[in-house]
């Protein structure tokens, strides 16, 4: 199971031996970099320069006569009450957070099944997060909420104050609606928590000086009782100061097993795992690199994201290839597993163009999403003892499967199919067979009749076929005078898949514009080797895979360096600034969301230090070496012709944080280059913590691009 922390740098959809946190290999002075005075969050200077940046930039958006109309649009999408509210199963009842114009920070509610079902269900507000702010003072965003089978009485509601990934934790009644007077209450902190039994809990934080890591995430885990203070806690697991981070979880089944497990993540994409079992702690035989999706009767369900060989004495050794499907007890794993009885542990083995997007696990049975060549498909699972049985469950062709929510009292599962130009359905199955049910539609949200999709491949620098998806206008002119946006993400095993975006449709593509979507290495679009090619210094393949897609396009007549633009966020924000870096002649703009861009202090900077297992680390001199050729920041040149981009990000992302964005600014405004520049001061990583923010934040990017490509 990855860690949030770890799996995502997420795009705008969880690290090699660190260092101590004090520690910095190569120091870096103000005469070699003039604007580490930018990395003081919430300095005075910092902020009067965002100040200025921000009236600046808005000043020319606004003042473009499309942003109010892009404004309206974007307002009306977001703000729409016939969205499909989302489903989260706890227990039988259907919970749902929303967010409206009336209820700006959102509320959580509840349904029945059947009452959710029906064209406007019967909804009880549980939580009201703009009553709760107001009444303590508080900016809160919700983080979600974790409660205890099998009774689903008390939960864990996580909230976060201006949307940073820190938050605080404290205990909730259901039945009463109200926070437990007296009850668990976890401070502010990067953490993960979760219940051993209603008395008791299992903590990872920060629990004092010396408790976290480089990265500035908990490494020490305790549990503590109720009516205990945090200086009470029992230690159970302590990690080391240059892991990432520990963390624990807690497993439950439709049977009523509870497995208890500990990760120890010691870099971005290997870690550790940990039984906490009726006799102690003990370390489990599996692999580093892997995810873990849930229980079902008594066994870990779970992929090895390399391939791995599992030996036991007595038995035959088995290889299992990176990310195939699998099933083992907790007690087959331990150094003194029982002999194997005959049972397979393979659920299902993906080929070569096929990938293990999503795995949920009900009562019981497996769901997954798996997709070939980026197209999805829906499979159960059910446990035969000696075989998997596998049976297809219906869903329509051509399309993205996203699995919702999942029941863990019966087999109900939740899914939803899209494509670009086909809205969302949400549709509810029984996992052991039947047919599906129509449950929700989403209305369409722009004319798609004059669109078509089509998939198309090229070859990069190394001869690998890159495919990649374009959305355009039905009999459009291969005349090199379409407005495109070329977007990717080709990081951290993410997938870049087809989906129903309103605001693109109705801004973009109902103006004659031409998306583009890009399956990059360093995605999982075809499972974990498709990642592995583009780690650390041979990093230029995914850069070069969307050079290759972009001259592609060009090269076919879609567009031209004139028309063309790109957009990305977060490790996808690398992606833009690299590419505005290396080919300023292939584009004429460059959206960059809350970018990663200084890769020689990125260790230094928010979560980077985590992030050592995907980019590298200066510490080791041929991954710096391939950093200082390749990092936007320290490769921004005076006198080169770059195209005029814009940065988007937020003061409260303490995941990324601001700073790359604001000293690759300040840079180019040095050297007289021309940017635009806009710091939302809440929402965390996303840079928007509602959906006015978002729709502010949609008409902004839209009117930047409509203004460089369409004019």
Same mark, same amino acid.
């Given at each position: 199971?990855r860690?949030?922390m ?9 690290p090699?031996?660190l260092?101590?946190a004090?520690?910095e290999?190569?120091p870096?002075?103000?005469s070699v970099?003039?604007y580490l005075?930018l990395e003081d969050i919430?300095?005075?200077r910092?902020? &009067?320069?965002?100040?200025?940046e921000n009236?600046r930039s808005?000043?020319v958006l606004?003042g473009?006569?499309?942003?109010e109309?892009?404004?309206?649009a974007?307002?009306e ?5 016939d969205?499909i509210?989302?489903?989260?199963l706890i227990g039988s009842t259907?919970?749902?957070y929303w ?8 509320v959580?509610?509840?349904?029945t099944p059947?009452s959710?079902a029906a064209?406007a269900p019967?909804w009880e507000t549980?939580?009201?997060?703009d ?9 809160w ?8 089978? *099998? ?6 509601v996580?909230?976060?104050d201006? +949307? ?5 934790v404290?205990?909730f009644?259901l039945?009463?609606?109200?926070? #437990?007077?007296g009850?668990f209450?976890?401070p502010?902190?990067?953490?993960? %928590?979760?219940?051993?039994d209603?008395?008791t809990?299992i %903590?990872?934080r920060?629990?004092?000086p010396g408790t ?6 908990p490494?020490v885990?305790?549990?503590?009782k109720?009516?205990?203070s ?8 302590r990690?080391k100061?240059?892991d990432v +981070?520990v963390?624990?979880v807690?497993l439950h ?5 509870q497995?208890?497990?500990i990760?120890?993540s010691?870099?971005?994409?290997h870690?550790e ?12 035989n599996?692999p ?5 999706h849930?229980?079902?009767?008594g ?8 391939e791995?060989v599992f030996e036991?004495?007595? %038995? *035959?050794q088995?290889?299992?290839e990176a990310?195939?499907?699998l099933?083992?007890? *907790?007690q ?9 009885v005959?049972?397979?542990h393979?659920v299902?083995?993906?080929g070569p163009?096929?990938s293990?997007?999503q795995?949920? #696990?009900?009562a ?10 980026v197209? =999805?498909?829906l499979?159960?699972?059910e446990?035969?003892g000696?075989?998997w049985?596998?049976a ?8 993205s499967?996203t699995?919702?929510?999942?029941s ?6 939740y899914?939803?199919v899209e494509?670009?130009l086909a809205p969302t359905h949400?549709?509810?199955t029984d996992?052991?067979?039947g047919?599906?049910?129509d449950?929700?539609?989403?209305p ?5 009749? =004059?669109?078509v999709v089509?998939?198309?491949e #090229?070859?990069?620098s190394?001869?690998?076929?890159i495919?990649y998806?374009i959305?355009?206008p039905?009999g459009m002119?291969l005349d090199?005078?379409n ?5 990717a993400y080709g990081g951290?095993?993410?997938s ?8 693109? +449709?109705k ?5 004659? +514009?031409?998306?583009v979507?890009?399956n990059i290495r360093?995605?999982?679009?075809f499972?974990?080797?498709?990642h592995d090619?583009g780690?650390k ?8 895979d969307f050079?290759?897609v972009a001259k592609?396009l060009i090269a076919r007549?879609?567009t031209? *360096? ?13 992606l833009m600034g690299?590419?505005f870096?290396?080919h ?9 969301q809350v970018?990663?861009l200084?890769?020689l202090?990125?260790e230094?900077l =928010?979560?980077?230090a985590s992030?050592v297992g995907?980019?590298?680390?200066v510490t080791?001199?041929e991954e710096r070496a391939?950093?200082?050729r390749?990092s936007p920041?320290q490769n921004l040149?005076p006198?080169?012709?770059?195209p005029e981009?814009f940065?988007v990000?937020a003061t ?9 964005a604001?000293?690759m600014? &300040?840079k180019?405004?040095a050297m007289?280059?021309?940017?635009l520049y806009f ?7 996303a840079a928007?913590g ?7 934040? #949609?008409?902004?990017?839209?009117t ?5 490509l369409m004019d």
């Amino acid at each position: 199971m990855r860690l949030l922390m770890i799996a995502t740098l997420a795009a705008l959809a969880l690290p090699v031996p660190l260092f101590s946190a004090l520690a910095e290999p190569h120091p870096v002075s103000d005469s070699v970099d003039p604007y580490l005075w930018l990395e003081d969050i919430h300095g005075a200077r910092a902020l &009067a320069w965002i100040e200025t940046e921000n009236a600046r930039s808005l000043k020319v958006l606004k003042g473009d006569p499309r942003y109010e109309r892009f404004h309206n649009a974007a307002l009306e999408i977001v703000n729409a009450t016939d969205r499909i509210p989302a489903p989260a199963l706890i227990g039988s009842t259907i919970y749902n957070y929303w967010q409206d114009p009336t209820n700006v920070r959102g509320v959580w509610r509840r349904a029945t099944p059947g009452s959710y079902a029906a064209k406007a269900p019967a909804w009880e507000t549980v939580i009201d997060l703009d009553q709760l702010a107001k009444a303590e003072g508080k900016n809160w965003i919700w983080h979600g909420a974790n409660c205890l089978p *099998p009774t689903y009485r008390r939960c864990l509601v996580s909230l976060s104050d201006g +949307g940073t990934d820190a938050d605080t934790v404290r205990e909730f009644d259901l039945a009463s609606k109200s926070f #437990v007077d007296g009850g668990f209450v976890m401070p502010t902190s990067k953490q993960d %928590v979760d219940w051993l039994d209603d008395d008791t809990l299992i %903590v990872a934080r920060d629990w004092g000086p010396g408790t976290m890591t480089a990265s500035s995430y908990p490494f020490v885990v305790k549990t503590l009782k109720r009516g205990q203070s945090l200086g009470e806690a029992t230690e159970v697991f302590r990690g080391k100061p240059d892991d990432v +981070g520990v963390s624990p979880v807690v497993l439950h089944d439709g049977d009523g097993h509870q497995v208890v497990l500990i990760f120890r993540s010691i870099d971005t994409f290997h870690q550790e795992t940990y039984w906490l079992s009726p006799r102690g702690l003990v370390r489990l035989n599996l692999p580093q690199k892997i995810d873990i999706h849930g229980l079902l009767h008594g066994k870990l369900i779970f992929t090895p994201e390399q391939e791995w060989v599992f030996e036991k004495s007595q %038995v *035959p050794q088995a290889t299992y290839e990176a990310g195939s499907l699998l099933a083992m007890s *907790p007690q087959e794993l331990t150094p003194d597993a029982p002999p194997e009885v005959a049972e397979s542990h393979l659920v299902f083995q993906p080929g070569p163009r096929q990938s293990v997007e999503q795995v949920a #696990v009900t009562a019981n049975r497996i769901v997954a999403a798996i997709y070939d060549n980026v197209r =999805g498909s829906l499979t159960s699972f059910e446990d035969k003892g000696d075989r998997w049985g596998h049976a297809p469950l219906p869903v329509a062709a051509n399309s993205s499967v996203t699995i919702d929510t999942a029941s863990d009292v019966n087999d109900d599962v939740y899914f939803g199919v899209e494509g670009f130009l086909a809205p969302t359905h949400l549709w509810k199955t029984d996992a052991a067979g039947g047919a599906p049910v129509d449950l929700k539609d989403l209305p369409a949200r722009f004319d798609a009749s =004059g669109s078509v999709v089509e998939q198309h491949e #090229v070859a990069s620098s190394d001869g690998t076929k890159i495919p990649y998806f374009i959305v355009h206008p039905k009999g459009m002119k291969l005349d090199r005078s379409n407005p495109t946006i070329l977007y990717a993400y080709g990081g951290f095993q993410i997938s870049m898949l087809p989906s129903y975006s309103a605001t693109i +449709g109705k801004i973009w593509l109902e103006n004659g +514009g031409v998306y583009v979507l890009a399956n990059i290495r360093g995605g999982g679009e075809f499972g974990p080797a498709w990642h592995d090619a583009g780690l650390k210094t041979h990093r230029q393949l995914v850069y070069d895979d969307f050079a290759a897609v972009a001259k592609d396009l060009i090269a076919r007549g879609v567009t031209s *360096p004139r028309r063309l633009g790109i957009q990305g966020g977060s490790n996808g924000g690398l992606l833009m600034g690299v590419e505005f870096i290396q080919h300023p002649e292939l584009w004429r703009a460059v959206d960059i969301q809350v970018p990663l861009l200084d890769m020689l202090r990125i260790e230094q900077l =928010g979560a980077g230090a985590s992030w050592v297992g995907e980019y590298g680390s200066v510490t080791v001199p041929e991954e710096r070496a391939f950093w200082e050729r390749t990092s936007p920041y320290q490769n921004l040149k005076p006198g080169v012709a770059y195209p005029e981009p814009f940065f988007v990000t937020a003061t409260s992302d303490d995941r990324v944080t601001p700073v790359h964005a604001r000293k690759m600014a &300040a840079k180019m405004a040095a050297m007289g280059l021309p940017f635009l520049y806009f710091e939302n001061t809440s929402g965390g990583h996303a840079a928007s913590g509602n959906l006015q923010e978002r729709a502010e934040r #949609v008409a902004l990017e839209f009117t930047y691009l409509a203004h460089k490509l369409m004019d």
